[in-house]
C-alpha cells in the first residue's frame, strides 16, 4: 500500500507535458490577441485614444 502511495505521488516525467500544454496555451493567446489587435476597429480605436492623449 505504501509503495502505490508513493507511486501516486511521484510527478516525474509530467513537467515536460506541463510544459508543454503551458507553451501551447500562451502561443494560441498570443495568437488571439495578435488578431484582436489587427483588427480594423481595434486598431482604430486605439488611433483614437492615442489622439485624445497627444492632445
Do not use: C, P, W
Amino acid at each position: 500500500m505504501r509503495r502505490l502511495a508513493r507511486r501516486l505521488r511521484d510527478d516525474r516525467g509530467m513537467n515536460t507535458a506541463e510544459y508543454a500544454v503551458g507553451t501551447l496555451a500562451a502561443v494560441a493567446f498570443a495568437g488571439i490577441l495578435l488578431k484582436v489587435l489587427t483588427s480594423g476597429q481595434v486598431q482604430a480605436a486605439l488611433a483614437a485614444v492615442i489622439q485624445r492623449a497627444l492632445k
